[in-house]
Structure formats: structure tokens, C-alpha cells
């Protein structure tokens, strides 16, 4: 059998509250609302790109009180300059209530919570790859060059450094050997 070949694009969760998290999601992170149903078990198709009728599902139908059972839900950030406009946004925004940063040396992160206690990444890449898992706080007081020598300086210092793009080909290394 062949393997098949796709990408994951998007990610279905159930929510408590629909209309306060499609507010979150649309307000707050810039998702546009392109399809819904109303009626028995409300849903919200919502999207950032015009390639995808959608990128995140929101069901109705999680019970109030109950833990998230999401680990986390990513977002690749464009560059260093949106992230750090985006950590702003976050300490603004009174429904975030928990931030933390991490510099995982391959990538720089910001963590948050959303209304639900979901946590949500918002990360960039670096050019330098250390094995995982490998966290830092990230002092956003910081200059992005101070950021960026202090990431250069760890990422060169651990043992298991290697670039992003030679981790990139190991990884294409590895695809391509997989049995088919």
C-alpha cells in the first residue's frame, strides 16, 4: 500500500460557549466566521486563509466546568516582529489571563490560555535546531537582537545543535525512507 500524501489544516474543538469563543477567535486572533449552523448543536467554520473554508471548528457541546482536553492548538507567526506585537496583544486583552514564553531554541513562543483554558502557541522559527524538549523563558523587555545573540549563544552551546535547515533535511531523509 501506498502511503498517502496531505497536510493537516485544520482543527475541530468542542466549546462551552460558542459565541464567547467565536468572539475570542474572531476579535482576538482575526478568524472570519464562513459557515454555521445555528440550530440543534451549533457550529462555526472560521478561517484565516482564503484557501480554506476552514481552519478551526467550534462545537457546541463541551460540559460547562469540564477540563480542556486540548494540549495545544499552534499558529506559525509571519515573524519575530508579529510576536512580539502579539505578546502585547495578549497582556492587553483582560480574557487572557495566563501568558507564559518559552525560546525552545528551534522556535520562539507564546503561550496563552483562551476563554475556555485552551492553550494556544503562537510561534516563530529560529535558523538554529537543539532537540526537544527545551524551554527558556523569553524576556520580551529585551532588545529582538539581545533575543536573537542570547538564542544564537544557547542553541550553539547545547550538544544536540544542529541548523533548521540540516534538521529540515534529516526530517526529508527520514519521509523518504518510510516503507511505502
Known amino acids: 500500500m501506498t502511503r498517502p500524501s496531505f497536510s493537516l489544516n485544520h482543527v475541530g474543538m468542542q466549546v462551552i460557549d460558542i459565541d464567547r469563543m467565536t468572539d475570542f477567535y474572531t476579535s482576538f486572533m482575526g478568524f472570519v466566521v464562513t459557515d454555521e449552523r445555528t440550530d440543534v448543536n451549533p457550529i462555526r467554520f472560521m478561517t484565516m486563509s482564503p484557501d480554506e473554508h476552514h481552519q478551526l471548528l467550534l462545537a457546541w457541546g ?24 502579539l505578546h502585547e496583544a495578549a497582556q492587553a486583552d483582560p480574557r487572557i489571563e495566563k501568558i507564559w514564553t518559552l525560546n525552545h531554541g ?33 524576556d520580551f523587555s529585551q532588545s529582538d537582537q539581545q533575543i536573537w545573540d542570547d538564542t544564537e549563544t544557547a542553541a550553539l552551546a547545547n550538544s544536540t545543535y544542529t541548523t533548521a535547515e540540516a534538521f529540515r533535511q534529516r526530517i526529508v531523509d527520514q519521509l523518504a525512507a518510510r516503507p511505502q
Open 106 to 138: 528551534n522556535s520562539w513562543t507564546v503561550y496563552f490560555k483562551d476563554p475556555e483554558d485552551n492553550t494556544v502557541e503562537c510561534y516563530v522559527h529560529t535558523p538554529w535546531h537543539v532537540s526537544q524538549p527545551y524551554g527558556v523563558p523569553i
Open 62 to 85: 463541551r460540559a460547562p466546568d469540564s477540563p480542556s482536553t486540548v494540549a495545544q492548538i499552534s499558529f506559525l507567526m509571519k515573524d519575530f516582529a508579529a510576536l512580539r506585537q
